[in-house]
């Protein structure tokens, strides 16, 4: 027998909650590279950050954009955590619901 309808696509890797401990770790060590950015899912900044570390200058700036971050991680990490969360409980309120699932 022939399905006719189509199949559902494949599940997306589900997002995993950050950790504060390996988001400090990688500020503290690797930071004026943009590693804790890469981390967090901010790829753009974390990109413009190891750009700029190539220079001295540059390097200068990502030293005080790391000061900054380092006393908003923990706010970025509840903000990340948090969205995942409602993400998944929108997503099993749906498919409670027999609606798809949200994209």
Do not use: C
Request: hydrophobic share 45%; no cysteine; aromatic share 6%.
């Amino acid at each position: 027998m022939s399905k006719d309808w189509k199949q559902p696509p494949p599940a997306e890797e589900p997002q995993r909650h950050k950790n504060l401990t390996t988001a400090m770790l990688l500020a503290i060590f690797l930071g004026p590279l943009g590693a804790h950015r890469f981390y967090m899912g901010r790829t753009g900044s974390g990109a413009m950050m190891l750009m700029l570390a190539v220079t001295v200058v540059g390097l200068a700036v990502t030293v005080l954009w790391l000061l900054i971050d380092l006393p908003r991680l923990p706010v970025m990490i509840r903000r990340h955590n948090a969205a995942i969360d409602r993400r998944r409980m929108l997503d099993h309120r749906s498919e409670t619901h027999g609606f798809p699932r949200l994209n």
